[in-house]
């Protein structure tokens, strides 16, 4: 069992940046393909980005490229996503998700709780 905890989460004015953190209670943390979804009020969730568990390969949703950057620290079990000019449609809660070694872009196993993200116009 993977148990995920993200932090970092607030109210930002449009323009602004946020930096999310996920820590992961794994062993085998850099074995792990770790993800970012958001789903705001009324919407269902969607993928914002993700990183392989090996090499740092990114993908990320067309509506967050060039804006948002997803990181991971292996020694600290703890996967980042860094959120630089903010739009008032970024407002959602943002989950951190995890899935083994062979994962998909999309698919995960574990699932965090979620940090709310909230961008004032």
């Known amino acids: 069992q993977v148990q995920l905890v993200e932090s970092g989460g607030g109210l930002v004015q449009a323009g602004g940046s946020l930096r999310l953190s996920c820590v992961a209670s794994v062993r085998t943390f850099s074995t792990y393909s770790l993800g970012w979804f958001r789903q705001a009020p009324g919407k269902e969730r969607e993928f914002v980005g993700a990183i392989r568990w090996s090499g740092g390969i990114t993908k990320y949703a067309d509506s967050v490229k060039g804006r948002f950057t997803i990181s991971r620290d292996n020694a600290k079990n703890t996967v980042y996503l860094q959120m630089n000019s903010l739009k008032p449609e970024d407002t959602a809660v943002y989950f951190c998700?995890?899935?083994?070694?062979?994962?998909?872009?999309?698919?995960?196993?574990?699932w965090g709780q979620g940090t709310q993200v909230t961008v004032s116009s």
């Open positions: 998700a995890a899935g083994p070694y062979g994962s998909g872009w999309y698919d995960y196993a574990y």
